[in-house]
C-alpha cells in the first residue's frame, strides 16, 4: 500500500517526494513556498503564500535552503512602500502578478550547486551579502555574489546568524566610523532596547566605552533597565527622566568636560531633541531610523555654539560600498558570539513547515509591529 502511493507520487513530477528531506519531486524539482506582495499595503492586506518549484541547480545556479530569517522594522516599511529600497516586482516565481519576496535579512544552508560554482558546496551556510534578495521563503535559486559565506561553526545558531547583518553591523559601524572614541569615552542612544540598540550596548562594553541608554517610559522600565544593565549599559534612563531638567543635569556630568562625544537615533521628534541636548561641544548624532516617525528638530542655539554634526547612516549602502570590510566584521562579530561576549536579542519564534499556514506567517509579520512588542520575530524553517 506505501509502496503503491509512493510510485503514484513519483508519476507526477510536481509532487513532493515525502520522503525526501529537501521536498524535491522526483525529477529533481525543490518545492518551495515564499512570502510575496505584488503591490504595497500593511503587511496583514498584501501577503499572500506562493508555491512553485525550483529547477536544480545549472551552471552558476546554488539551490538553498533558508534556517531562520528575522522580520526586521524595514521589511515592514518596504511592503508598506514608504522604504526607499523597492526590490523590484518580476514574475520569476510564476505568481500571475509581478509580485517581491518579503524580508531582506536571513541564513540559508547551501543544498546544490550547478556546475560552475566552485566557491560554494552543499552544507556550507551563508547570509545574504545585500539586502532585495527577499528571505521570507523556504527555498530559493541564488548565485555566488548573493551570499556571504559564514564560519563552518555549529556553536553559531541560525538566529544568530540571520540576525548579524542589519542590528550588530549597523551598531558596529556608528560607534566606529564618526568619530574617534577613546576608552572611556561616553556617548548616548535612544531605542535602547532595540536589535541595534542592545548591540551598541555590548560593543561598547568589549571596547571599554560608557554608554547612556534612553527607553520609552513603560509599566516594567525597572525590569528592562536591569535587563540593559546585564549586557554593560553603564545608565539606563525613560524618556520622561531624560526630559527632567535636575537628571537631564546629571546625566550631563557623566561625561566630565569631554562631554558626550555620539549619540545614536532611531526615534525622532522631542525624544531625540532631548538627546541632543545631552552631546558635548562638536558632538556628533548619528541618525539611523525614525521610529516615532517624528522629524527631527535642533534647536539653533544648540547647533550654532555647540557646533554640533548631524549625519546619517545607513547599512545597505555601507555593505555594498565594503563587501570585504563586511566579511570581516561578520567574522569579528560572530567571534564575540561563540566566545559568549555578546548576546542575542530576545527573539520569538515562529516555525515555518511546508504546510504552515499563511495566517500564522501573518500574524508573526504583525507582531513584529507592535509597540513594546519586546522580542524580535524570526521565521525558524523545518522540513517536517
Ligand atoms: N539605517 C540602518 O542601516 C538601520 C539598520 C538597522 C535598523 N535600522 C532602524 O533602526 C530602528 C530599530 O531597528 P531594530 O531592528 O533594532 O528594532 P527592533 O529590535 O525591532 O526594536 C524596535 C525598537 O523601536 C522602538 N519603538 C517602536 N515604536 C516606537 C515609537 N513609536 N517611538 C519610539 N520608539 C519606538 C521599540 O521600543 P519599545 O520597546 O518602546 O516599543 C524598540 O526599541 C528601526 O527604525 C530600523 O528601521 C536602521
Known amino acids: 500500500m506505501k509502496r503503491a502511493l509512493l510510485a503514484s507520487l513519483r508519476r507526477s513530477p510536481a509532487a513532493p517526494c515525502l520522503l525526501s528531506k529537501r521536498y524535491v519531486s522526483a525529477f529533481g524539482y525543490t518545492q518551495a513556498k515564499a512570502l510575496v506582495y505584488s503591490r504595497y499595503g500593511q503587511p496583514k492586506d498584501v501577503l499572500s503564500l506562493h508555491s512553485h518549484s525550483i529547477a536544480p541547480a545549472y551552471n552558476d545556479e546554488i539551490t538553498v535552503k533558508f534556517l531562520a530569517s528575522p522580520i526586521n522594522p524595514a521589511d515592514i516599511n518596504q511592503i508598506e512602500g514608504v522604504y526607499p529600497s523597492k526590490p523590484p516586482f518580476t514574475t520569476a516565481l510564476g505568481t500571475p502578478e509581478p509580485c517581491a519576496v518579503g524580508g ?10 550547478g ?8 552544507g556550507d551556510r551563508a547570509i545574504m551579502r545585500s539586502v532585495g534578495f527577499g528571505t521570507w521563503r523556504t527555498h530559493a535559486s541564488a548565485k555566488s555574489s548573493h551570499l556571504l559565506k559564514i564560519p563552518d561553526d555549529k556553536a553559531i545558531t541560525p538566529i544568530q546568524a540571520a540576525t548579524i547583518s542589519v542590528n550588530p553591523c549597523t551598531a558596529y559601524r ?10 572611556g569615552d561616553w556617548f548616548i542612544q535612544n531605542g535602547a532596547n532595540s536589535g541595534v540598540g542592545r548591540s551598541a550596548i555590548q560593543f561598547g562594553r568589549l571596547w571599554g566605552l560608557k554608554s547612556v541608554n534612553v527607553i520609552r517610559d513603560r509599566d516594567n522600565a525597572d525590569e528592562l533597565k536591569k535587563e540593559l544593565e546585564a549586557l554593560g549599559a553603564d545608565v539606563v534612563v525613560t524618556e520622561s527622566e531624560l526630559a527632567d531638567r535636575d537628571r537631564m543635569q546629571e546625566v550631563k556630568r557623566l561625561a566630565g568636560k569631554k562631554g558626550m562625544k555620539l549619540g545614536l537615533n532611531c526615534v ?15 558632538g556628533h548624532l548619528v541618525t539611523y531610523g525614525g521610529m516615532s516617525r517624528q522629524p527631527i528638530t535642533v534647536p539653533t542655539s544648540l547647533f550654532i555654539f555647540k557646533d554640533l554634526h548631524l549625519h546619517g547612516f545607513w547599512v545597505s549602502v555601507w555593505s555594498d560600498k565594503h563587501p570585504e570590510e ?23 519564534e515562529t516555525v515555518w513547515t511546508p504546510t504552515t499556514k499563511v495566517d500564522v506567517l501573518k500574524e508573526a509579520v504583525a507582531r513584529s509591529g507592535q509597540a513594546f512588542g519586546g522580542k524580535k520575530q524570526v521565521f525558524i524553517f523545518k522540513e517536517e
Not at 104 to 113: C, D, I, K, S, T
Not at 331 to 346: A, C, L, M, Q, R
Open 174 to 183: 556608528m560607534l566606529k566610523d564618526f568619530t574617534p572614541l577613546e576608552r
Open 268 to 282: 525622532g521628534g522631542k525624544a531625540t531633541t532631548d538627546l541632543l541636548r545631552q552631546l558635548g561641544h562638536g
Open 104 to 113: 531582506n535579512e536571513g541564513v540559508v544552508e547551501v543544498v546544490a550547486v
Open 115 to 122: 556546475a560552475k560554482v566552485p566557491d560554494f558546496k552543499p
Open 326 to 348: 563586511k566579511q570581516a566584521m561578520v567574522e569579528e562579530i560572530f567571534g564575540y558570539i561563540t566566545s559568549g561576549e555578546f548576546k542575542d536579542t530576545p527573539v520569538q
